[in-house]
């Protein structure tokens, strides 16, 4: 499945993460000595994270040209479904044998990545109609809407099954057999295995007949469905891919976080996976976690260099960091870190 | 109307908002024709094409294909059904090469679902490799292969023309419709495209084309139909039709044209 033209650079990507998580294990925090606490573990699983996000997001927005402002949506409906159906499984009826076995929350979190991404046909079938500004808007509001209904327990106070504000914590790790996934050195590897698999997922759709169609639909759906590229379908089928990746991710930080609130899934952090998928490039799958790392890296030498001296207004001024990013990247790097020649050196030996 | 016709354009009327592009128009297409369109601008010849590849819906009336009706369908229906189509305004994918507007038009034929192109299954690999194979036979006769893995973007415009209509051949058409073949191209170039299109219709490819260049449609159609205002004027062989009086008269009026 691997021996593709991007397989050796995978390969090494996969090398490069295995290296580091395995010095990590060895000799925990040696990652945050080398860098004088810049790069802790913690970075590098949220990285991980985000990198299984913006795979879903590169196809859908810079393949397929699909603006989507709302993608942090579907990470908390992952992460949501994983936490109440983890530690309200009493409460939901789900019998303590079934919902104390090591499987069940891979199993949730399977479930929950079908069903959102059932979600996302549906409301893709829809919206995907809408060109332009109109899907951005449409996908600003999806995500609004998700938001909003996570907050207000899905309407349905008296269960309070989501929280509310405070969300649900208590969380469990996950486990394979009697084995806790954990540490965070542990658990690292958890998250990049399943941000590798989707760059191998990624990497695959690109370089296929649907790959193909995806680009040709950017450039011009008329001529796409000229000759036969059923466009509406598989626009709702990339939207789709890209929310049930996210739901997955979503899932992976639950157990990671160990609680989940409604505001890590809001407006702001839809608008931080646009940024770090401008920064990284969003036509490509390697500017997924060339964009992650980037974006993430730079918010923790802002918050430890600069707004560390302002603490006040720290919170308030991330969004404005962030649009400031994205203006820059969009009028003086358009396509994101992997147009850049020395990267591509490294990174885009395939091809 | 006779049995035979491969194509049937029955009574169409087609209004934007308040204005009447196509007035219960009739003709049709028989199989293994060339069969050229011509009028005055805005006479509605893309909107018939675009009604043809189901890119529009009519407001009135019937478009039969094969014996069934196309009205209704969406457009990649239509090119499944066996209608190809090349643009007035030509419509490619920018960043991407000649090979691969080659492929997408074979999209089709590779019959691969997202899940298969995720998980690049085995059988998706070995469909590839016979498209890649197949749309390489294609370039070549259309002498494009040495622009295989060109981005669109940098080729001169005469070669777009060439590259719409080895994408159209891809899906394999019975019916291809070509929207202005020969405009922006220069003789040569033209004389080419017209050798191209009388070598498709020796293959079975029936032809429908739209074309301003009179010495060009009047070489290469066996039948002409004129539209002027949406109205379909009249129909039949070239020399007949050059002759016609109303026809003379509609492009007279035009002034500019022909
Ligand atoms: N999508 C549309 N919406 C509104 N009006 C349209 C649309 N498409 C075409 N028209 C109008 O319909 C009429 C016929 O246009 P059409 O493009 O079919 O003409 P044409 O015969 O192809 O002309 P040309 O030789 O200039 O290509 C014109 O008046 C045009 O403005
Ligand atoms: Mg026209």
């Known amino acids: 499945m691997m021996a593709r033209a991007w397989g050796r650079t995978w390969f090494l990507a996969a090398a490069a993460v295995a290296a580091v998580g395995g010095v990590e294990l060895a000799w925990p925090g040696t990652v945050a000595r080398l860098t004088r606490g810049l790069v802790s573990a913690d970075l590098l699983i949220r990285a991980g994270l985000f990198t299984v996000v913006l795979v879903g997001l590169n196809l859908l927005?810079?393949?397929?040209?699909?603006?989507?402002?709302?993608?942090?949506?579907?990470?908390?409906?992952?992460?949501?479904?994983?936490?109440?159906?983890?530690?309200?499984?009493?409460?939901?009826?789900?019998?303590?044998?079934?919902?104390?076995?090591?499987?069940?929350?891979?199993?949730?979190?399977?479930?929950?990545?079908?069903?959102?991404?059932?979600?996302?046909?549906?409301?893709?079938?829809?919206?995907?109609?809408?060109?332009?500004?109109?899907?951005?808007?449409?996908?600003?509001?999806?995500?609004?809407i998700v938001y909003i209904v996570l907050r207000e327990n899905l309407g349905l106070p008296h269960l309070n099954l989501t929280g509310g504000f405070d969300g649900i914590v208590g969380v469990p790790r996950l486990r394979v057999g009697g084995a806790e996934l954990w540490p965070v050195q542990v658990y690292y590897f958890v998250v990049w295995a399943a941000a590798l698999g989707a760059m191998a997922l990624g990497l695959n759709v690109v370089h296929s007949p649907a790959g193909r169609a995806l680009r040709a639909l950017h450039g011009s759906e008329l001529a796409a469905e000229s000759v036969g590229v059923d466009v509406g379908r598989l626009k709702a089928q990339i939207f789709a891919l890209s929310a049930a990746l996210a739901s997955v991710a979503g899932s992976l930080y639950a157990h990671f976080q160990a609680a989940v609130v409604p505001d890590t899934f809001g407006f702001v952090p839809s608008l931080e996976l646009v940024v770090m998928s401008a920064v990284g490039g969003m036509s490509s799958i390697w500017?997924?976690?060339?964009?992650?790392?980037?974006?993430?890296?730079?918010?923790?030498?802002?918050?430890?260099?600069?707004?560390?001296?302002?603490?006040?207004?720290?919170?308030?001024?991330?969004?404005?960091?962030?649009?400031?990013?994205?203006?820059?990247?969009?009028?003086?790097?358009p396509a994101g870190l992997v147009s850049s020649r020395r990267v591509q050196g490294a990174v885009w030996a395939s091809r | 109307m006779?049995?035979?016709?491969?194509?049937?354009?029955?009574?169409?009327?087609?209004?934007?908002?308040?204005?009447?592009?196509?007035?219960?128009?009739?003709?049709?297409?028989?199989?293994?024709?060339?069969?050229?369109?011509?009028?005055?601008?805005?006479?509605?010849?893309?909107?018939?094409?675009?009604?043809?590849?189901?890119?529009?819906?009519?407001?009135?009336?019937?478009?039969?294909?094969?014996?069934?009706?196309?009205?209704?369908?969406?457009?990649?229906?239509?090119?499944?059904?066996?209608?190809?189509?090349?643009?007035?305004?030509?419509?490619?994918?920018?960043?991407?090469?000649?090979?691969?507007?080659?492929?997408?038009?074979?999209?089709?034929?590779?019959?691969?679902?997202?899940?298969?192109?995720?998980?690049?299954?085995?059988?998706?690999?070995?469909?590839?490799?016979?498209?890649?194979?197949?749309?390489?036979?294609l370039l070549d006769r259309l002498d494009l292969l040495p622009w295989a893995e060109v981005p669109v973007e940098t080729l001169p415009f005469g070669l777009l023309r060439r590259v719409e209509l080895a994408r159209a051949l891809a899906v394999r058409p019975k019916l291809l419709l070509l929207d202005e073949p020969g405009s922006g191209l220069n003789p040569t170039e033209k004389q080419a495209m017209s050798q191209l299109v009388r070598g498709l219709r020796d293959e079975g490819i029936t032809v429908f084309l739209v074309e301003h260049d009179m010495t060009m449609v009047m070489g290469l159609a066996d039948e002409v139909a004129v539209l002027d205002h949406g109205s379909l004027l009249c129909e039949g062989p070239p020399q007949q039709v050059q002759r016609d009086p109303r026809v003379v008269a509609a492009y007279l009026g035009e002034g500019d044209d022909a």
């Not at chain 1, 560390?308 to 969009?330: D, K, Q, R």
């Not at chain 2, 990649?76 to 066996?82: D, N």
């Open chain 1, 61 to 144: 927005m810079g393949y397929a040209g699909q603006a989507s402002l709302g993608q942090a949506a579907f990470y908390g409906l992952g992460a949501f479904a994983s936490a109440i159906f983890t530690v309200r499984a009493q409460a939901l009826g789900i019998p303590p044998s079934v919902a104390g076995a090591w499987w069940w929350p891979w199993l949730v979190m399977l479930l929950a990545a079908v069903a959102v991404g059932a979600f996302a046909l549906g409301v893709g079938w829809v919206i995907l109609r809408l060109r332009g500004h109109y899907l951005a808007m449409a996908t600003l509001g999806l995500g609004i």
């Open chain 1, 287 to 333: 500017g997924a976690p060339l964009g992650a790392l980037a974006v993430l890296l730079l918010e923790q030498l802002l918050r430890t260099h600069v707004l560390g001296f302002v603490p006040a207004v720290s919170g308030e001024l991330e969004p404005v960091v962030f649009g400031l990013m994205l203006v820059v990247i969009m009028m003086f790097w």
């Open chain 2, 2 to 137: 006779s049995r035979d016709s491969l194509l049937r354009v029955e009574r169409v009327t087609k209004a934007f908002d308040g204005l009447v592009a196509l007035s219960e128009v009739s003709l049709e297409v028989r199989p293994g024709q060339i069969k050229g369109l011509i009028g005055p601008n805005g006479a509605g010849k893309t909107t018939l094409f675009n009604l043809i590849a189901c890119c529009l819906a009519p407001s009135a009336g019937d478009i039969v294909f094969c014996g069934r009706s196309l009205v209704g369908l969406p457009p990649h229906r239509a090119a499944e059904l066996g209608i190809a189509r090349t643009f007035q305004n030509v419509q490619v994918f920018p960043g991407m090469t000649v090979l691969e507007h080659v492929l997408v038009g074979l999209h089709r034929q590779a019959r691969a679902g997202l899940a298969a192109c995720a998980l690049q299954t085995v059988r998706l690999r070995r469909t590839e490799r016979r498209l890649r194979e197949e749309a390489e036979a």
